[in-house]
């Protein structure tokens, strides 16, 4: 069930069954050689709408452009400041939850978002903390990235071992190559496995430490078919853990 696609109406009558909501957040950046620019936002989404129909859940829009200031070294890439971000998910919250929205359970598709969305959540339970009038509903935010589950990390280990790496991983490429077959790309990589590390600041230095843009990965190594299998492993870990997450006493 997705927001973009409800009437107003609907919306009124889903609120007196449930208060939760799926907010999917990505990026819109590099992801290597193979990747698809769009990588974190469409698989943050396609997570999203899965779980979502498991869960009989409303699904919000996706923000699909998030904080990768680190990538714009590389052409195609955007990236919002920090400080916008954090607007941006703040006034998201706060429209839902104007509506009588409480529950906001965000499915992250880019690591470099973490930070700036926790920052963004802390200021959401400052306004109710500090006691600001008019601000006294009790919501409550959770961030999930998609590839941190427990079952995923296994998982992805068992099938790329050191070649996951860190940025343009195999089990992303290959997740969004499940979800959409136009993103396919087949080409050889050098070095089969990319630099690791991560520790780095600006776009120009990490372009001089990640030529092509990858992170210790080898996204060769993905597949269709091993993205199906990561994408059934992630929408099981995160439907049990959304449900347990709506489910809690406020
Ligand atoms: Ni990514």
């Given amino acids: 069930m997705l927001l973009q696609l409800s009437t107003w109406p609907e919306v009124e009558a889903y609120l007196r069954r449930s208060t939760a909501i799926i907010l999917p957040i990505g990026s819109t950046e590099q992801h290597g050689p193979n990747g698809v620019i769009g990588i974190d936002a469409l698989?943050?989404?396609?997570?999203?709408?899965?779980?979502?129909?498991?869960?009989?859940?409303?699904?919000?829009?996706?923000?699909?452009?998030?904080?990768?200031?680190?990538?714009?070294?590389?052409?195609?890439?955007?990236?919002?400041?920090?400080?916008?971000?954090?607007?941006?998910?703040?006034?998201?919250?706060?429209?839902?939850?104007?509506?009588?929205?409480?529950?906001?359970?965000?499915?992250?598709?880019?690591?470099?978002?973490?930070?700036?969305?926790?920052?963004?959540?802390?200021?959401?339970?400052?306004?109710?903390?500090?006691?600001?009038?008019g601000n006294a509903t009790p919501i409550r935010c959770r961030l999930r990235n998609w590839w941190t589950t427990p079952a995923i990390g296994q998982l992805s280990r068992e099938l790329?071992?050191?070649?996951?790496?860190?940025?343009?991983?195999?089990?992303?490429?290959?997740?969004?190559?499940?979800?959409?077959?136009?993103?396919?790309?087949?080409?050889?990589?050098?070095?089969?496995?990319?630099?690791?590390?991560?520790?780095?600041?600006?776009?120009?230095?990490?372009?001089?430490?990640?030529?092509?843009?990858?992170?210790g990965s080898n996204p060769g190594l993905a597949t269709p078919e091993l993205g199906k299998r990561i994408f059934e492993v992630t929408v099981n870990d995160l439907s049990r853990d959304f449900e347990r997450f709506a489910a809690a006493a406020a």
């Fill in 43 to 133: 698989a943050a989404d396609g997570i999203s709408r899965a779980v979502g129909e498991r869960t009989d859940t409303l699904v919000g829009p996706t923000i699909a452009v998030g904080m990768a200031q680190h990538h714009m070294g590389f052409a195609g890439s955007m990236t919002l400041r920090p400080s916008t971000l954090m607007a941006v998910v703040r006034d998201s919250v706060v429209s839902l939850a104007k509506h009588g929205f409480t529950r906001f359970y965000f499915i992250n598709g880019h690591g470099g978002n973490t930070a700036t969305v926790t920052a963004a959540f802390s200021e959401i339970y400052a306004e109710t903390s500090l006691g600001t009038p």
């Fill in 160 to 215: 790329f071992g050191h070649a996951e790496g860190h940025h343009a991983t195999p089990s992303e490429v290959a997740l969004t190559q499940y979800l959409h077959p136009e993103a396919v790309r087949t080409l050889t990589m050098t070095p089969a496995v990319a630099p690791m590390g991560d520790d780095f600041a600006d776009a120009a230095d990490f372009r001089r430490q990640f030529p092509d843009g990858r992170i």
